[in-house]
């Protein structure tokens, strides 16, 4: 009997997108024939292991509306001429491929929002092009097969603005690996941020928190629009010898990183209902990477730090705040005793085989 064959669909370059990765394992261990298709922009190797056809796209333009354009026009073609029984469509920015491909080729779209498009810091200042994604979401969204996206505030916005049912399924780490326990605090303490350095991620103030916390030192693990911004700033504070900046590296290579840490950074400025009500992948990688998160004190993000009580909640984005926040989760002893009892108890519950049962559901 032939594999049903599911293609998934995204815009970057599937080498540190974690959450597709663990979705085309889990269709691929359950018998489906998967594809992955992203783009070779802005480079690095996909590991052997991992499951899953993948193909990348080498584009002529690698921002701005044209390459938009013509990643959209070349992943319909890609559907159109090659054979699935279903499409997952990854964010509002390949929707529009998958779309006109399901309705010519009579096939269901899944629609997996990573984030709410429209109100992306990057979008939600600039009016026009803010108006051309909400445009492009009213016109798609309603049409969709199903709809999956990553927090409860996001779930609520689909259903307000568009009737819609989406379907909860947050990106947490699977419970199949091995858990790390909190670490003991030496003299010199390791902040730790792992992601994307994007605007409005609180970088800026966490590395002028730096100037409060002489003992410690910063390990920055990503790239992005402002990382060399960020490098600057770290050269004017004077605090080259006490951040580091790694680079993106592939998600398998995290624990090595975050393993030397004591504390980890979920920082969020209010830029839009994206950020507001955003449920980071780190707020569920800290606490099985043994770290305690300091994080925005917003809905979606307030929920799980209070209910499993995996670190503090900070009110502002202030360098001082910040620091003190850090400090109170480092050298607090009572503290870290109970986060070494609570942060285990949050990874037996918070897995991913559990958010897996809606997508199960949906297939």
Known sequence: MKKSKVVITVINNLVT???????????CERGFDVTLVGRRFPGGDIPRDRLGHHIR??????RGPLFYAEYNLRLTFFLLFHRYDKIISV?????????????????PVIFDSHEYFPEQPEVVNRPVVKRLWTFIEKLLVPRISKG???????????????????????NIPSSKGQPFDIRPVGDNPIVYYQGALNVGRGLE???EAMRYLPRYRMLIVGSGDVEQNLKELTAKLGLN????????????????YALKAHVGLCLLENMGLNYYHSLPNRIFDYPFLGLPVIATSFPDISNIVTSYNTGLLV???????????????????????????TLPMATSKLTWENELKVFDELF
């Open 91 to 107: 964010d509002l920015d390949t929707l529009m491929a998958c779309s006109i491909a399901g309705r010519i080729k009579g096939l």
């Open 57 to 62: 796209f080498r584009l002529l333009f690698n």
């Open 17 to 27: 997108d974690q959450r597709v990765a663990k979705l085309a394992s889990h269709l």
């Open 315 to 341: 009110d502002t984005l202030s360098p001082i705040d910040i620091a003190d926040a850090i400090r109170e989760a480092c050298e607090n002893k009572q503290l870290r005793d109970e986060w070494s009892r």
């Open 148 to 170: 999956i996206t990553v927090s409860p505030g996001i779930v609520e916005i689909y259903r307000s603005k568009y009737g819609c049912n989406f379907h909860l399924v947050r």
């Open 205 to 207: 103030a966490s590395i």
């Open 241 to 256: 010898e006490r951040v580091t900046f790694v680079g993106k590296v592939p998600f398998e290579e995290l624990p090595s």
